[in-house]
């Protein structure tokens, strides 16, 4: 077999227009895949995992850089790649025959060979029966099916997975997962290589012979790891928990931030996490066992939670200075444990204190007191951060701004007239009103 690889993506940038100039989403992707293997794209939100895919895919052209699949470059959808999308995408008013066709008919393959090819991958993942059955009639685990079945009937080289399992209950994605991974691993699929985007850290160990990690705003790549495992692999071995420790350590390493440019400390991407979240999981790491320390791969499987619901709010304490988080730990300061143990009024005071180390919301304030009035639209800083951020991160950060900003008391916010405002001091009305009675009596 040639050394060649199946798949290779070279320097690959990618810009997005939006209101004034464009924001870049990828930045100098370097990616190899070669045939025999499943390598996973983890990553936080906004690390550009699904753009990447596209690009891969040729759905989206990249600003610059290349992919090049089979040594040819892709310049839009190619032969000999398919893709599993997170939602099951299926056409309504067409059977599961019908949905699974399609793609063939529009490669032009004549209908009884077309009807030959999708009846054996129907059966293949285990819809034998249903081939006249409508999309409303099936669950989701067999709308995903008959997703599956339509990209390997036009028999791909590479196939592209975008969080495949994510839309699915918990039982139903395993359930499926390792069903496909039978399909591979026994070699029944004529797939040469899979690239499969993912949120679930336990599902890419589970799947991947790599991972590749990539960092956010914008994406690159910061990391990789080979997940050197048999199949099948046991959740439970200690082999295994090191391998999603590992690569939980890999997410919560601090990336250094690109070489181009410096990004203004406000214009840091903020997801929004409400302040219950923030305590809980404060709580949650004081109390025992973990009393003060605890691995995040662990809490997350305490707590049910997947990689894209854990890390945000592992992040908020970090930004907050109530937690440290690296190596995939999270580690309370000591403003985190005074914070678990304070009343409300109490953690009030302290949230005020530490809300004001996060760039954004010191710079809220003192915009509106430098303000004769205390006050502020909205669009203004949505303006500012825009010029480092998308429209959606931008609304998003400064969203989490105002939640955060408005519980420590160190402004308001009018939705109405879409204003930030220096919270106002009590007025002097009820006293106004009583000096007024007792003038009209001395009259």
């Known amino acids: 077999m040639s050394d060649e690889p199946l798949l290779r993506v070279e320097?690959?940038?990618?810009?997005?227009?939006?209101?004034?100039?464009?924001?870049?989403?990828?930045?100098r992707i370097e990616l190899e895949v070669r045939a025999g293997e499943i390598v996973g794209l983890l990553g936080r939100s906004g690390s550009g995992k699904s753009t990447l895919l596209r690009s891969i895919a040729g759905l989206v052209q990249p600003s610059s850089g290349s992919v090049v699949f089979e040594g040819q470059p892709v310049r839009g959808p190619v032969h000999g790649v398919a893709m599993v999308f997170q939602g099951f995408a299926l056409f309504p008013w067409l059977t599961v025959l019908e949905n699974v066709t399609l793609g063939l008919r529009a490669l032009g393959v004549d209908t009884e060979t077309a009807r030959r090819r999708a009846l054996a991958a129907i059966d293949l993942i285990g819809l034998d029966g249903f081939?006249?059955?409508?999309?409303?009639?099936?669950?989701?685990?067999?709308?995903q099916r008959v997703g599956f079945a339509r990209a390997l009937v036009v028999e791909p080289k590479l196939l592209l997975m975008d969080e495949p399992f994510s839309a699915l209950d918990v039982l139903t994605a395993e359930t499926l997962r390792t069903d496909f991974l039978d399909l591979w691993t026994e070699r029944r699929l004529d797939i040469l290589a899979v690239v499969l985007v993912t949120h679930n850290i336990e599902e890419a160990v589970f799947l991947c012979d790599r991972v590749v990690v990539l960092a956010p705003n914008p994406g690159r790549v910061a990391a990789g790891i080979t997940i050197e495992l048999p199949h099948p692999r046991d959740r439970l071995s200690a082999a295994f928990r090191q391998a999603v420790e590992d690569v939980y350590a890999l997410l919560t390493e601090r990336a250094p931030a690109p070489a181009r440019g410096v990004e203004a400390?406000?214009?840091?991407?903020?997801?929004?996490?409400?302040?219950?979240?923030?305590?809980?999981?404060?709580?949650?790491?004081?109390?025992?066992?973990?009393?003060?320390?605890?691995?995040?791969?662990?809490?997350?499987h305490t707590l049910h939670l997947e990689l894209d619901e854990l890390l945000?709010?592992?992040?908020?304490?970090?930004?907050?200075?109530?937690a440290e988080v690296a190596h995939g730990d999270v580690v309370l300061t000591d403003a985190g444990r005074a914070y678990a143990h304070d009343d409300t009024q109490q953690r009030k005071r302290l949230f005020c204190e530490q809300a004001l180390r996060v760039p954004l919301i010191a710079h809220i304030r003192d915009v509106l007191h430098a303000r004769p009035n205390g006050r502020a639209p909205r669009l203004r800083f949505e303006t500012e951060l825009e010029d480092h951020l998308t429209e959606q991160y931008a609304r998003e950060t400064l969203d989490a701004a105002i939640e955060w900003g408005r519980y420590?008391?160190?402004?308001?916010?009018?939705?109405?007239?879409?204003e930030?405002?220096?919270?106002?001091?009590?007025?002097?009305?009820p006293a106004?009103?009583?000096d007024g009675s007792a003038q009209a009596t001395d009259r």
């Open 11 to 27: 320097k690959l940038c990618k810009r997005f227009p939006k209101a004034s100039g464009e924001v870049l989403v990828l930045d």
């Open 312 to 322: 945000p709010v592992a992040e908020a304490l970090h930004l907050l200075g109530l």
């Open 131 to 143: 081939e006249s059955a409508y999309p409303r009639e099936l669950s989701g685990g067999m709308q």
């Open 420 to 429: 930030l405002l220096l919270e106002q001091p009590q007025t002097a009305a």
């Open 408 to 418: 420590a008391e160190l402004y308001e916010y009018d939705d109405v007239s879409r």
């Open 432 to 434: 106004s009103a009583a």
């Open 265 to 300: 400390p406000i214009a840091r991407h903020i997801r929004r996490v409400s302040v219950n979240l923030i305590a809980g999981l404060v709580e949650t790491v004081a109390a025992p066992p973990y009393d003060g320390a605890a691995d995040l791969p662990v809490v997350a």
